[in-house]
Each structure stands twice: as C-alpha cells, then as structure tokens.
C-alpha cells in the first residue's frame, strides 16, 4: 500500500518560514520523481516545485528563489524548505510521487501565512 504523509504546514506570518516534509512508503522511492503542488480556495492544483530522481529541481517562477525542494533517498523523505512566505503563499500542499508508470498523491497540509 503506497502513502505519502506531508507534514510540517501550519499558520506563519508574511516573511516567516515553514518546512514541509512527505514522508514515502510502498514505493521505490529512489526511482521516483518527487513534487510539491499547491491549491488554493477557488483556485486549481498547482506545481511548486519538483525533484528528479537524479536530483534535478525545477520550480514554478512565483517561489523560485524562496523555495527550496530536496530529497533524502535513504529515508524515503521529500522536503519542501519555505523561506520569506507570502500571503499568496496560502494554500494546502501535496505531496506526488511519479514513477515510470505510476503516480501517488498526498492528503495534502495546510499552509496559512498571515499579512
């Protein structure tokens, strides 16, 4: 049974910082492409940032160079590291998981940052 289990979303003021954690079981989680994606109220589900199996990052323009996305192969762990949040920022965050022939999805965390 796969699960991916984000963690680490709460409540933080503009400027603040949050690091979001997704924790992979019943998944070779070294082959995986690893993501983070985002949806607002009223809005539709979002890419934020994702991570290769081989380590290459890319990140949507609207976080690039406030966040950070990493990976821990030996604790079957992504990360998503939040530096100087925004109000816009706010959202429920998931967690996907892309193998060759598959993908996964988190329950998702929620994200607040207050102005």
């Known amino acids: 049974q796969v699960q991916l289990v984000e963690s680490g979303g709460g409540l933080v003021q503009a400027g603040g910082s949050l690091r979001l954690s997704c924790a992979a079981s019943g998944i070779i989680f070294r082959l995986n492409a690893m993501g983070w994606y985002r949806q607002a109220p009223g809005k539709q589900r979002e890419l934020v940032a994702t991570?290769?199996?081989?380590?290459?990052?890319d990140y949507a323009d609207t976080v690039r160079g406030r966040f950070t996305i990493s990976r821990d192969n030996a604790k079957s762990t992504a990360y998503l590291q939040m530096n100087s949040l925004k109000p816009e920022d706010t959202a429920v965050y998931y967690c996907?998981?892309?193998?060759?022939?598959?993908?996964?999805w988190g329950q998702g965390t929620q994200v607040t940052v207050s102005s």
């Open positions: 991570i290769a199996a081989g380590g290459s990052t």
């Open positions: 996907h998981a892309r193998g060759f022939t598959s993908n996964f």
